[in-house]
C-alpha cells in the first residue's frame, strides 16, 4: 500500500495498474449496490480504499456478512481516481478472498481506544494507527542508528547480555541462576532449576556459571575492550535493570546504542552524541513523513517544528556546577533539594531544558564524582568528573556518557576508594596496562529517543512488549 499510495501524485501515477494486495480490514461500509473497505497492510499509515459490488468474484462473503473489521483478506483489481475526496485514488476489486474471520469479540474495532487499554492487548495494539507509527518510526530510528555509525567508521560489537560485573555499580542487576542438574536428574519446570540454598546461601558451585552472573545493565565494559584495539565501536542491543521505579521513562528491559571512541576526550564526546541525535531526526523527518505528520496531529502538537528545531541549532553546554546555581534563582518551589553534591531529579532536569532554556536539548558536564559511576575520569579540580548527561524536554536525561578513566593507578585508587572488589576489574584494568588511550563513550535509551521522536509519553507505548515491575506478560 506504501508504494502505491507514496508514489507520484499520491498515487495518481498508478491509475488504470492491476493489483493485488493483501492486509486486514480496517472498516467496511456497505452502499445498496456498492461496498467501501478499508485495508491497511502495516507498510504505511494509509489504508487503501477497496470499493466492489456484486460482479467482484467472492462478493458473496462480503453480502453475507463475514467480511468483519480485522479480518484478514486478499484482494486484486484496478487503480482507478478516487471519487471521494479523502483519497486520490482507490482499488476497483474484481476478486476477493477472505483468508481469516475475525470474531466479533475484536476488541479493537472502535476508532479511539485508550493507550492504557491497549497496553492490556500489546499482541493487537500494532494493528492500530498508532502503534504502527511508532514501530515504523522505531524501525527506521535503528536503521538510522546502523547507518550513522557505519557511515562514520564505527565497528558494531556485540556485547554479551550475561555478564558477572555491574557496569554501573548501582545494584540494579537481575540475577541469572540456573542449577546444573545431575545426569539422572529431569527437571519439571524452570523453577526448580534455581539453586537450593545451604542456611540462606546459593551453592554457587552448582550453579551453571558456577558463580553469580547476571543480566548486564550495560555493554559499556565490554565495549571499551573493542575500542582499544579498533578505534571506534558501537554496540546496540537490550540491558536491564532491576530498578523498582514505576514512571514513565523507565523500563526493566530497554534498549541502548553505546558508541566508544579511542583517542577521544570528553569534548569529542559530546559533539558525537550531537551529531549523531541530529543525524537521526533528520532521517526520521526525512523517511517518515506520513507517520510523522500523524504524530503532529494526534499526539503532540508541532513536535515536527520542535524536532526540526533540534536538527538545525547548536545543542546548549553547561556545567553542572552552572546548572545547580541556575536551580537555586530558579523562581521556583521543587520537590526535591538542590544543592551541590546531589544528583539532579526529573524535575529539575525538566526546568531546565523546558523552562530555562526553552525546550532545547542541553548538555550537561562535570558532575560530582561522588553520584558517579567508578569509570569516570576524574578532573583536575578533583572533585569533579569528566562525565555529560543529554537532557531533553519531556524526558529529561536521553544520554548519559563520559570520559573514562585510562591512568591506572588513579583508577585502581577510585575501585578501593568505593570499596569494589579490583580483582573482579582484571580484564578491565589490563585496558590501562597495556596501551592505555584516552577514551570517551555514552549510552542512549533508544526507547527514550522514541519518546523523543513521536511524543509519545509513555515509554511502555514504545517498546513491543515492555517489561516494568509486576509485568512481563506477552
Ligand atoms: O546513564 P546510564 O545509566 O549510563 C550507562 O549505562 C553508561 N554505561 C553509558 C555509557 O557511557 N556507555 O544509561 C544510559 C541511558 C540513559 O541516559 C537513559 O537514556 C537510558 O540509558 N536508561 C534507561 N532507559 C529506559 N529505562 C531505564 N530503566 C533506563 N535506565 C537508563
Ligand atoms: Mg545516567
Known amino acids: ?43 504505511c499509515l494509509s489504508n487503501l480504499q477497496c470499493v466492489m459490488n456484486h460482479e467482484a468474484e467472492g462478493y458473496d462473503q462480503v453480502e453475507a456478512g463475514s467480511v468483519l473489521t480485522g479480518a484478514s483478506v486478499y484482494v486484486r483489481g484496478t487503480i482507478v481516481a478516487s471519487q471521494g475526496s479523502k483519497q486520490k485514488v482507490e482499488l476497483k476489486v474484481d476478486k476477493i478472498i477472505l483468508v ?49 555509525f557505519q557511515e562514520s567508521g564505527f565497528v558494531w560489537v556485540a556485547s554479551p547480555i550475561i555478564t558477572a560485573s555491574d557496569c554501573e555499580g548501582a545494584g540494579e542487576q537481575f540475577c541469572v541462576t540456573t542449577l546444573i542438574p545431575s545426569s539422572h536428574e529431569t527437571i519439571d519446570s524452570p523453577i526448580d532449576a534455581i539453586p537450593k540454598t545451604k542456611g540462606g546461601l546459593v551453592d554457587w558451585s552448582q550453579d551453571f556459571f558456577g558463580k553469580p552472573a547476571f543480566l548486564t545493565v550495560s555493554g559499556q565494559l565490554n565495549g571499551e575492550t573493542y575500542a582499544t584495539a579498533l578505534s571506534d565501536i558501537y554496540t546496540f542491543g537490550p540491558t536491564f535493570r532491576a530498578e523498582n521505579s514505576n514512571t514513565s521513562r523507565h523500563l526493566a528491559e530497554f534498549w541502548m546504542i553505546e558508541p566508544e571512541i ?24 526525512d523517511n517518515c513523513k506520513e507517520d510523522m505528520e500523524f504524530f ?50 526529573s524535575e529539575h532536569e525538566r526546568y531546565i531544558t523546558e523552562e530555562a532554556f526553552g525546550g532545547r ?74 596501551g592505555s588511550v584516552p577514551h570517551a563513550g555514552f549510552g542512549l535509551g533508544f526507547e527514550r529517543l522514541v519518546q523523543f521522536a513521536t511524543g509519545i509519553d509513555n515509554i511502555r507505548d514504545v517498546i513491543p512488549f515492555p517489561r516494568s515491575p509486576g509485568s512481563a506478560d506477552f
Not at 8 to 19: D, M, N, P, T
Not at 273 to 279: C, E, K, N
Request: aromatic letters at 10%.
Open 296 to 345: 503532529d496531529t494526534w499526539i503532540e502538537k508541532g513536535i515536527i517544528h520542535r524536532l526540526s528545531d533540534v536538527v538545525e541549532k547548536d545543542f546548549l553546554q553547561l556545567s553542572y556546577t552552572d546548572a545547580i546555581e541556575l536551580l537555586l534563582k530558579a523562581n521556583k518551589k521543587f520537590e526535591f533539594p538542590v544543592k551541590w553534591g546531589l544528583d539532579l531529579q
Open 262 to 285: 579511542a583517542f577521544a576526550d570528553l569534548d569529542d564526546d559530546m559533539a558525537c552524541a550531537t551529531a549523531y541525535l541530529q543525524y537521526v531526526v533528520k532521517y526520521v523527518l
Open 1 to 43: 500500500i506504501s508504494e502505491v499510495k507514496g508514489g507520484a501524485e499520491e498515487g495518481l501515477g498508478r491509475v488504470g495498474q492491476r493489483l493485488s494486495i493483501t492486509g486486514w480490514v480496517r472498516t467496511l461500509r456497505s452502499q445498496s449496490s456498492v461496498t467501501f473497505i478499508e485495508i491497511n497492510d502495516g507498510s
Open 100 to 148: 481469516g474471520k475475525c470474531d466479533s469479540s475484536y476488541p479493537i474495532q472502535k476508532k479511539r481506544v485508550s493507550r492504557e487499554f491497549l497496553r492490556t492487548k500489546a499482541h493487537l495494539r500494532p494493528r492500530t494507527n498508532t502503534f504502527g507509527a511508532v514501530a515504523r518510526v522505531r524501525n527506521t530510528l535503528a536503521y538510522a542508528t546502523h547507518k550513522f
Open 361 to 434: 536539548p542541553v548538555i550537561i558536564r562535570d558532575y560530582p564524582k561522588e553520584i558517579k559511576a567508578f569509570y569516570m575520569r576524574e578532573n583536575d579540580d578533583g572533585k569533579t568528573v569528566a562525565a555529560m548527561d543529554m537532557l531533553v524536554p519531556r524526558i529529561g536525561e536521553l544520554i548519559g556518557g563520559s570520559q573514562r578513566e585510562e591512568r591506572l593507578e588513579v583508577l585502581e585508587a577510585r575501585l578501593d576508594e568505593l570499596k569494589l572488589d579490583k580483582e573482579s576489574y582484571w580484564w578491565y584494568l589490563d585496558l590501562r596496562r597495556y
